[in-house]
């Protein structure tokens, strides 16, 4: 059990914002903060809780030493409130206020817009790690184990960060919203997460690797617009929090590579020349490349809805008013106004995908998504090169942005990976080629054996090629209890 009532919050919470001398904050979160921990308990099983985790630890926002790295209980993991430092005399960078210094406090009349924009974000962090509660059950190895809590922990921290804004900037309602980000879990009937893709399930380490592939980076484009708003303490936060994401993604690429990398040296150790010999693939207990094609299918396209629609006025309004930014906003050569400028979206005539314009305040989310489309092409490349040096013939690929989407133009159309407008039937006959189904995801499933011996993987993922913290190979990542 954590001691709950001596913590010295202004020690036990590591930040950059004074929090000791923030009476009110501090009290606040002195409240919030054991129906946190009560929260993290439930989720992550006992045994992990007591066992000895290699983590590290944000302590400060200094790019050369920012983090600290050590065996830690995670019920006792520091959970710090850390904004990026306060750069003098910032402007904010876009929109009709563009130019004014930026905000300190939240600019009253868009107080709704930016507290909405707050929860949402706040409302990911703990939808995934409620997504991804038994994984660490079926680990491959412990520095697999290590990773995910690392992940896990980290999410927690931008909960909090979330939380912080809401408790020192929207008083009661503030608090009010920070409770409800307890109150709300993923995949609930009462009361789900606000977005489609933290109600879905993570049901393996496959399916884990492509989430904090594809969806944590949706995290990123987010955060790097967020980190453009004129309101300064959102956009500090934001960019902190931007530090920690790149690990979340590493995570994701490389489980991913090691994954393709595994299932082509088995292939390549047994003769197996056609990556579509399914069943041979399997029984060496090896994932075969198509069905990894399918679990990509199946992430990327969750993660595109995370999008919203690409024509919509709340992201136009957030724009204007300064809130929300776009990706790399002061690299972009044009007025940061969009008076007169137009952006290409996707159009359906007579059932053929066209391009149409539209005025580009209106497109920003299509903007970000074609940015997000870009980025997440770059790890596709990285495993194709896998593939082909294991001389085998087969190619990853995004699948075209219109296949299976809830959100936007596309929604509920039956479009196939290339971007065909197809029949119910033919549509229905396809989906078991195109994305996971039920023979897939128990397969996956029958693979998922925890593995806790230092330095030893699962048969069905290749070792990392270099450890975390420059650790070696047989290096104890987790300590596990033993009951
Ligand atoms: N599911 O005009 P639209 C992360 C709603 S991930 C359900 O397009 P907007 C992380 C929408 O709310 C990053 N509902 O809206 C990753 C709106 O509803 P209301 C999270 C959806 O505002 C991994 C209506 O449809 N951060 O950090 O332009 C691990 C009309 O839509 C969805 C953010 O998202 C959906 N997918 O765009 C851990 C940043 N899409 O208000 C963490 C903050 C749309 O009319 N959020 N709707 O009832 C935003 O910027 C925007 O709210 C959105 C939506 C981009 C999400
Ligand atoms: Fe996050
Ligand atoms: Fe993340």
């Known amino acids: 059990m954590v001691d709950l009532i001596n913590v010295s919050y202004d020690t ?107 929860v949402i974000q706040g409302d990911t962090e703990p939808g995934s790690v409620e997504q991804q509660r038994f994984l660490g059950l079926t680990a491959p190895s412990l520095y697999d184990l290590r990773n995910l809590f690392q992940v896990n922990v980290e999410e927690g921290r931008h909960l909090w960060a979330m939380v912080y804004l809401l408790h020192k900037y929207f008083g009661k309602d503030g608090r009010e919203e920070a409770d409800d980000l307890l109150r709300r879990s993923s995949g609930s009937d009462e009361a789900p997460r606000m977005l489609g893709a933290f109600n879905e399930e993570t049901p393996d380490w496959l399916s884990f690797f492509m989430f904090t592939y594809f969806t ?27 530090t920690e994401e790149a690990h979340h993604m ?45 679990k990509l299918n199946l992430h990327y396209t ?28 002061p690299r972009i050569d044009d007025d940061h106004q969009l008076t007169n400028d137009t952006y290409k979206v996707w159009d ?29 092409a770059g790890g596709i490349g990285r495993w194709n090169k896998i593939i082909e040096k294991a001389g085998i013939e087969f190619e990853m690929k995004l699948p075209h942005e219109a296949f299976n989407r ?44 925890p593995v806790s011996e230092p330095g030893k993987y699962a048969g069905w993922i290749s070792p990392p090629k270099v450890g975390i913290d420059s650790k070696p190979g047989d290096f104890e990542y987790v300590k596990l209890h033993m009951a």
């Open 216 to 242: 944590d980076r949706d995290g990123k484009m987010q955060l790097e617009s967020l980190a453009q708003s004129g309101f300064d303490p959102l956009s500090r936060t934001c960019r902190f929090m931007l």
């Open 348 to 376: 359906l005539v007579d059932g053929k995908l066209t391009h149409h314009e539209v005025p580009a305040l209106t497109a920003i989310n299509m903007r970000l998504r074609d940015d997000y489309v870009r980025d997440a």
């Open 12 to 118: 036990q919470i590591p930040n950059n914002v004074g929090l000791s001398e923030d009476r009110k904050v501090l009290k606040a979160l002195e409240k919030w903060h054991p129906g946190y921990i009560n929260w993290w308990n439930g989720l992550i099983p006992e045994q992990f809780q007591k066992s000895q985790v290699y983590l590290r630890t944000a302590v400060s926002v200094d790019p050369k030493g920012w983090a600290s790295f050590g065996y830690v209980n995670m019920p006792e993991y520091r959970w710090g409130v850390l904004l990026a430092p306060q750069v003098e005399d910032r402007k904010i960078p876009f929109g009709e206020h563009k130019g004014e210094p930026a905000w300190q406090e939240v600019p009253g009349e868009y107080r709704n817009m930016l507290k909405r924009l707050i």
């Open 302 to 329: 969750l993660s595109l809805d995370l999008f919203g629609q690409e024509v919509s006025t709340n992201a136009a309004n957030a724009f204007n008013a300064g809130i929300k930014g776009r990706y790399m906003e």
């Open 250 to 294: 590493f995570v994701g690429e490389t489980g991913i590579g090691r994954t393709i990398d595994r299932t082509c040296q088995v292939m390549n150790e047994n003769g197996i020349t056609d990556p579509y010999d399914i069943n041979r693939i399997r029984e060496l207990g090896v994932i075969d490349l198509p069905t990894m094609q399918k």
């Open 406 to 449: 809830k959100i936007g133009v596309f929604a509920n159309l039956n479009f196939d990976p290339e971007g065909n407008l197809l029949s119910d039937e033919e549509y229905k006959a396809g989906v078991p080629q195109w994305l996971p189904n039920k023979s897939d995801g128990d397969f996956i499933q029958s693979l998922m054996v």
